[in-house]
């Protein structure tokens, strides 16, 4: 009986061994109280060194042009509705006739071109910093994690052309940026990811809103993205921020059948990564760039979870 005790001891300790293991990601590495997560990483110093990449002074706007038909994950749209508010009828205000347009938004924040705050991903209603829906997320907006809390993205862009890596015009649906292929383009476009880096992904995606065969049902529904090894990776490297050329920026269908945007699990709630999606990075493709200055200054808007964005990319 007592080496049965023994076992059932150690069966015991095994298991409350591998419960504690799985519950490791809800404990932030910048404490209990942290609202920015991996932009933290945004030192001064990695500031200081991704402005000296800038030898040209090139802009490239990657935030693509969204509109009523842009296609959005269900059930996101937006409606814009331009007004002259009570000038109908008059010469506008003051004897110098001044009229002007205003507009008014209705829609949802995470559409277009985006930034996902950590509010946004969680597992089974658990998010960053162990942070359950009920503790921060009020249908007033987030009380924590809101993306008023974050004063911007400034550091060390990389641009992944996995289409070029490929050797293909568009890559895929359905097709998975593993560890290896990740590691394996970075090489083979002279570039290495470090910490605090914010790593693009282009895979000429967009061609499908654009291009000479525009497919908008078939852009909205599957695309190609990072898999789970590939997320695991990049959290593993410590970078600050994840995006792509598409609407979700993770594969879809996923490799795993039944499993649903795990990577925005492994990137946010787990690890504090933001993740930027619909970003144009053709451009940029087209001309080489691998590395810049990544800039982004998002809307500070009390408790929002996402927010349509334009971030700029210098070279």
């Known amino acids: 009986m007592k080496g049965l005790g023994l076992v059932v001891a150690g069966l015991a300790l095994t298991f409350s061994m591998q419960t504690a293991s799985a519950q490791d990601w809800t404990q932030s590495q910048w ?5 920015l997560g991996a932009a933290n990483l945004m030192t001064p110093e990695r500031v200081k060194m991704a402005a000296e990449l800038v030898t040209e002074g090139k802009v490239y706007s990657l935030g693509m042009i969204v509109g009523a038909d842009t296609p959005a994950f269900p059930p996101r749209s937006l409606s814009l509705t331009v007004l002259q508010p009570g000038q109908n009828g008059n010469s506008g205000l003051g004897e110098n006739n001044f009229t002007y347009n205003d507009d008014i938004f209705m829609g949802w924040l995470g559409i ?6 950590l509010g946004h991903a969680g597992v089974d ?7 359950t829906y009920g503790d921060f997320a009020p249908a007033s907006g987030l009380t924590e994690l809101g993306l008023e809390k974050l004063p911007g993205l400034v550091g060390r862009g990389v641009l992944l052309d996995m289409a070029a890596y490929y050797g293909t ?16 383009a970075a090489d083979a476009q002279g570039v290495e990811l470090r910490e605090g880096d914010v790593v693009l992904f282009n895979s000429n995606w967009m061609d499908l809103l654009d291009g000479d065969a525009p497919d908008p049902e078939r852009f909205g529904a599957v695309e190609p993205g990072v898999g789970v090894s ?5 959290a593993e490297i410590g970078v600050m921020a994840v995006g792509a050329d598409t609407w979700g920026m993770e594969v879809v269908p996923a490799e795993t059948e039944g499993q649903a945007f795990r990577a925005h699990q492994i990137l946010q709630p787990e690890h504090g990564i ?20 990544f800039v982004l200054g998002q809307a500070r808007l009390q408790g929002a979870v996402q927010m349509i964005i334009n971030p700029i990319a210098i070279r």
């Open 31 to 35: 404490g209990a109280d942290d609202e």
């Open 112 to 117: 277009g071109p985006q930034i996902d705050g």
């Open 274 to 293: 933001y993740i930027l999606e619909n970003m144009d990075t053709r451009a940029l493709a087209e001309d080489g760039v691998h590395e810049f200055l």
């Open 230 to 234: 590939g997320a695991e990776y990049l």
């Open 169 to 184: 015009d568009m890559v895929e649906e359905g097709t998975a940026y593993t560890k290896e292929d990740i590691e394996a």
């Open 125 to 131: 209603h658990v998010y960053y910093g162990g942070r």
